[in-house]
């Protein structure tokens, strides 16, 4: 299986930072990467696939880059919502597997 | 609006079974692979199982082959997961999610909001 994983686990920060994440899988994967968003107690939100096309309705200071093993979501001007884990997602291959998140919190 | 439901989450004795069911509504389930998802209580996500539109293939990850078997009911749009042999280490929120992309793999969209599994004596 390809191992994702992410760093940092966690980071804090402040509204209006500049927020970067990043996501290496074990062995090439093209583009065949997807972010996602989890608030407590909730289930998942898909932001990013394709490793950078935004999904529809998903605000645009998220964005997505990398292709191959190295990938970032980077969250240009943080926003009070946006304080919640973050998870990549590997599609290339499977079994699909998931990095262990980034938690993103409130400095 | 797209929306999926699950239902059938509960209290199980370990060695026992529980069959989850998923809803869904607002596209045509008939033409979409779907998906089950896990999430231990404050762990990360972890794949179960995929299904094709058609039924003809099923994929599981492998703790749980033999144990776990997702079916669907295109009449009744209609996803469900049966769970055999229960462990406590299956003890998780179970999330069903449409598949969009390449055929057969892609990014999950959207979720359900989950059904907490809970394996105890």
């Known amino acids: 299986a390809i191992r994702m994983t992410q760093s940092p686990s966690s980071l804090s920060a402040s509204t209006g930072d500049r927020v970067t994440i990043t996501c290496r899988a074990s062995?090439?994967?093209?583009?065949?990467l997807a972010w996602y968003q989890q608030k407590p107690g909730k289930a998942p939100k898909l932001l990013i696939y394709?490793?950078?096309t935004l999904q529809s309705g998903v605000p645009s200071r998220f964005s997505g880059s990398g292709s191959g093993t190295d990938f970032t979501l980077t969250i240009s001007c943080l926003q009070s919502e946006d304080f919640a884990i973050y998870y990549c997602?590997?599609?290339?291959?499977?079994?699909?597997?998931f990095g262990p998140g980034t938690k993103v919190d409130i400095k | 609006e797209v929306q999926l439901v699950e239902s059938g989450g509960g209290l199980v004795q370990p060695g026992g079974s529980l069959r989850l069911s998923c809803t869904a509504s607002?596209?045509?389930?008939?033409?979409?692979?779907m998906t089950w998802v896990r999430q231990a209580p404050g762990k990360g996500l972890e794949w179960v199982a995929n299904?094709?539109?058609?039924?003809?293939?099923?994929y599981y990850v492998d703790s749980v082959k033999g144990r776990f078997t997702i079916s669907r009911d295109n009449a009744k749009n209609s996803l469900s997961l049966q769970l055999n042999s229960l462990r406590a280490e299956d003890t998780a929120v179970y999330y069903c999610?449409?598949?969009?992309?390449?055929?057969?793999?892609?990014?999950?969209?959207?979720w359900g909001q989950g059904t907490l599994v809970t394996v105890s004596s």
């Open positions: 999610a449409r598949i969009d992309g390449t055929v057969g793999s892609g990014w999950f969209d959207p």
């Open positions: 607002g596209f045509t389930f008939s033409s979409y692979w």
């Open positions: 299904i094709k539109p058609d039924g003809s293939e099923k």
């Open positions: 062995q090439g994967i093209s583009s065949n």
């Open positions: 394709a490793a950078s």
């Open positions: 997602q590997q599609y290339y291959t499977y079994p699909p597997t």
